[in-house]
DNA sequence: CCCATAGTTCAGAACATCGGAACTAGTGAA
DNA sequence: TTCACTAGTTCCGATGTTCTGAACTATGGG
């Protein structure tokens, strides 16, 4: 089990965020912990929706997550704590987050029909 | 060859935005058309950079961004006429284009060194 | 009709994703 | 220490997606 790779600031690709987030699951798991401020567990979001996401592919996201600097994971014990860099990507490519994470917020729902 | 399909305005799915524009080639040809407002030929697209891509991937290419209402494509004559649906994302979510693109032409240089 | 040009479709190889089973790490209790 | 439990990772086979050359379609001009 090596250690986690996380890329500095710097280093953050557009490629790699909008890769990470065009994915409906991983962009709900980021929008929880970019809201909540830091998840713990992995096993707190196993339920998205009704769908029951397995552990295996849950580490698949948040690893996908990680390698795109969207979120910084740490061991805590026997669980992990996960938070966003919100600011580093937004020190990066300003109004990017907000942005897919609004489309996101309104885009389920398909809109007030004008 | 059967006509094209173009999603209405209130069909686009942020998902669908994000996964055509994750892909770089993708993005500098949605880049192009935007801000030339109505590119012709995908031959004229062929180089990007310095690579050569496949007419058959260009294709494909073009049929991501079609699907996820980023380009509306039209047949004049010969070739193909295909202009960004900028006004339709926009309306649809606000803001969401111009950040990515803002990142796009931000990210592949390593910003200036703080 | 024949040819050239612009683009699409097909098919198979290369690559990526999903998810169950096995594994690793940490914690607490006996 | 050893056992058991919990949280997460890694492995690997099945499934799905992307890439690209070759064949095909559509249009316009001799």
Redesign the pocket.
């Known amino acids: 089990?090596?250690p986690?790779f996380h890329p500095a600031t710097e280093d953050l690709r557009p490629d790699a965020i909008l890769?990470a987030l065009a994915?409906p699951?991983r962009a709900a798991i980021f929008t929880r912990i970019a809201t909540q401020g830091c998840v713990?567990?992995?096993?707190?979001l196993a339920a998205l929706g009704d769908r029951i996401?397995?552990?295996?592919?849950?580490?698949?996201?948040?690893?996908?997550l990680r390698e795109a600097g969207l979120i910084r994971?740490e061991?805590?014990?026997?669980?992990?704590r996960n938070h966003a860099r919100c600011a580093d990507v937004e020190m990066r490519f300003p109004g990017l987050l907000t942005a897919i994470l609004n489309a996101y917020t309104s885009g389920p729902m398909p809109g007030p029909r004008s």
Not at 75 to 80: A, L
């Open positions: 089990m090596r986690f890769h994915d699951d713990g567990s992995c096993a707190t996401i397995p552990k295996s592919s849950l580490s698949a996201h948040f690893k996908v994971s061991r805590q014990g026997v669980e992990m």
